[in-house]
């Protein structure tokens, strides 16, 4: 039968001896074995994808884990298949559906959660890979933003991602481990770098950026320990489970940055970048979001005024609450009054937002984003509002 017709009639794989079990014999057989067990762990990666847009289940680690397996098992299977046999393949769409109402009991809905139990089992083999490659992990890059780990530290990943894995579980875990190091050992012998070593990147990342977060030392004594510097995640928002957009290493990143935190409530969940151009030249600091509309602009530096200008061409000062020392080496924090929050509910979501500061001499200055040459910092409310809704998606009792 054509490799087409095969991969039109397959479901989603619901069991982790199944997924182990394909791969295995794809291992020793034919490509058509091969590009069938593919599929088998891009549906089950994207379904998982798809339903974490509707309930918080997957954290970085295995977020990160599905997208990147996602995205190297696409160009083989497009190519094999014809565009619609391909998008059948893709279950993002049903996991979206199947989670649109929000979390699922477990009891009620036993085959939607094997699909998530499977997806994370696969996600947390990949974290563990880079420890039984053959080649040495701390020479290969993540490809994009070029972070590499040594050796130690992929060893901590793995013990991590064993930790969820134990007794009848273990076999698949090691199983697919193993093949995972194929993959990542072949990448990095053509490229010197796997998009694959992002998936245990993010993981240890998570770890550590949470054990600043808790105010103590006692993470998992990796390199990224010392070389993080996540001053708003960890010191400003708390521990967190899953960051929003792609991958970015241990460097900032522009835009709104929302992140779903461990604990909820009305409290920071997201935050722009707010620069100015040159050191020591001026205020520089983050505008915070609350689920609830609270808007705060925290500064190093102690601007005299910060003000929003609105795409509508109307000005809405923040009510100023501390500040101490100079412009560019002092502190101070600013509120959007209540009031105020209530007027851009009613902004359409097209409407755009730049955030300004006034100096001493009552010049006002936007404040810029991130990068070398930088544009005024600005963003739109359907931004904000999506930013804020992905972040309060609701987690499983």
């Not at 397959?10 to 020793?28: D, E, F, R, W």
């Not at 809905?109 to 499977?118: N, P």
């Not at 920071?268 to 979001?289: K, N, V």
């Not at 979501?349 to 810029?368: L, M, N, R, S």
Request: some cysteine; aromatic content about 8%.
């Amino acid at each position: 039968m054509p490799i087409r017709r095969i991969l039109s009639r397959m479901s989603i794989t619901l069991s982790v001896s199944a997924i182990l079990a394909s791969v295995t014999a794809a291992q020793a057989q034919s490509d058509n074995e091969k590009l069938r067990s593919m599929a088998q762990l891009y549906g089950v990666a994207t379904y998982a994808l798809g339903a974490n847009e509707q309930c918080d289940l997957l954290d970085q680690g295995e977020y990160r884990g599905l997208v990147v397996l996602r995205d190297a098992l696409t160009p083989d299977l497009s190519r094999a298949t014809t565009s619609e046999v391909f998008t059948s393949l893709n279950h993002a769409p049903t996991g979206t559906k199947d989670w649109a109402k929000g979390c699922l009991a477990r009891r009620a809905h036993e085959t939607e959660w094997r699909r998530i139990d499977s997806a994370q089992l696969i996600a947390h083999a990949l974290q563990a890979a880079p420890t039984v490659m053959t080649s040495d992990p701390g020479k290969c890059s993540t490809g994009n933003m070029g972070e590499k780990l040594p050796r130690s530290d992929w060893t901590i990943v793995a013990a991590m991602a064993a930790r969820h894995h134990a007794n009848s579980e273990r076999a698949a875990f090691d199983g697919l481990k193993k093949m995972f190091a194929g993959l990542i050992d072949a990448d990095c012998a053509r490229a010197q770098s796997s998009s694959l070593l992002q998936a245990g990147f993010d993981a240890l990342w998570l770890a550590e950026d949470n054990a600043l977060a808790n105010g103590g030392d006692k993470g998992p004594g990796s390199s990224l320990a010392g070389r993080y510097q996540s001053v708003v995640a960890a010191k400003a928002m708390g521990p967190w489970r899953l960051r929003r957009g792609g991958f970015n290493g241990s460097f900032p990143r522009d835009g709104i940055n929302a992140f779903r935190l461990v604990g909820r409530g009305d409290t920071t969940t997201a935050f722009l970048h707010l620069a100015s151009i040159g050191a020591f030249s001026g205020p520089r600091g983050e505008l915070l979001f609350r689920p609830n509309g609270g808007w705060t602009v925290r500064l190093g530096g102690n601007a005299p005024a910060v003000a929003l200008s609105i795409s509508d061409g109307t000005s809405i000062p923040l009510i100023k609450f501390s500040g101490s020392g100079t412009e560019g080496l002092g502190s101070a924090r600013f509120e959007l009054p209540k009031a105020l929050i209530a007027a851009l509910v009613g902004k359409a979501d097209a409407t755009i937002v730049h955030i300004k500061w006034q100096d001493g001499d009552g010049k006002w200055t936007p404040f810029f984003g991130l990068g070398r040459k930088p544009d005024p910092q600005k963003f739109t409310l359907g931004e904000l509002r999506e930013a804020i809704a992905w972040a309060t998606v609701p987690r499983p009792e």
